[in-house]
């Protein structure tokens, strides 16, 4: 099950990412439908749609750990703001809410989601390895985490610090962002599968 649905999409990243590399000696349409930069396009909505996937799976998880604990404990705080998060996200995603930051003259988008994501990522590690959590399910979301976070911000910030890059340098961040942040969406995602698995399993 992990195989037939982990390599199918990494190979869909592979491809949006020779699509948009090879974009500018095809066609300018081409190139606006698989810009890695661009919004509202082909590898826009592949990502909006992992990131939806991966909310539902969140509070699919959340619902059934309720179902099972009288009591809230840190188990259902994390799949709940998992599920909270990765939808706000998708529809970040899809609505290009970070967009509107620059036009409204605010600052930079990431100086400020960075207070919530420092303290997701806090509530994550206590989960991950301060709970009794199943090393498979850390793994999974500990390196999703670890690429997605070095897609959507570490190389984000780079491009902040080092503006203006050379095009050939911009080509190069444009991939290694977009590709980071969809892979680590799909760890992030095969984890939440596996945890459901799990669940259904234990489920008499």
């Excluded at 998880?61 to 990765?86: C, D, E, H, P």
């Excluded at 970040?92 to 960075?114: C, K, M, R, S, T």
């Excluded at 050939?168 to 095969?190: F, K, Q, R």
């Amino acid at each position: 099950m992990k195989k037939r649905l982990l390599y199918p999409l990494l190979l869909i990243v592979l491809l949006l990412a020779v699509a948009h590399l090879v974009s500018n000696s095809i066609s300018p349409a081409f190139r606006e439908k698989f810009n890695l930069n661009q919004e509202g396009n082909v590898p826009t909505w592949f990502s909006t749609v992992l990131l939806f996937w991966i909310a539902l799976n969140s509070f699919r998880i959340y619902k059934a750990n309720a179902q099972v604990q009288n009591t809230v404990r840190l188990s259902q705080i994390f799949w709940g703001l998992m599920s909270a998060a990765f939808l706000f996200l998708s529809l970040d995603e899809g609505a290009q809410v970070h967009e509107l930051f620059a036009l409204l003259n605010l600052p930079h988008w990431f100086l400020i989601y960075a207070p919530f994501i420092i303290l997701f990522l806090f509530l994550t590690y206590y989960y991950l390895f301060c709970e009794n959590c199943g090393k498979e399910l850390r793994a999974w979301l500990g390196w999703g985490f670890v690429l997605y976070i070095l897609g959507a911000f570490f190389f984000e910030l780079i491009t902040y610090v080092l503006s203006p890059l050379s095009p050939t340098l911009m080509e190069v961040e444009y991939v290694l962002e977009e590709s980071l942040e969809m892979v680590g969406a799909i760890l992030i995602l095969m984890g939440t599968q596996h945890h459901l698995q799990q669940i259904e399993d234990q489920t008499p």
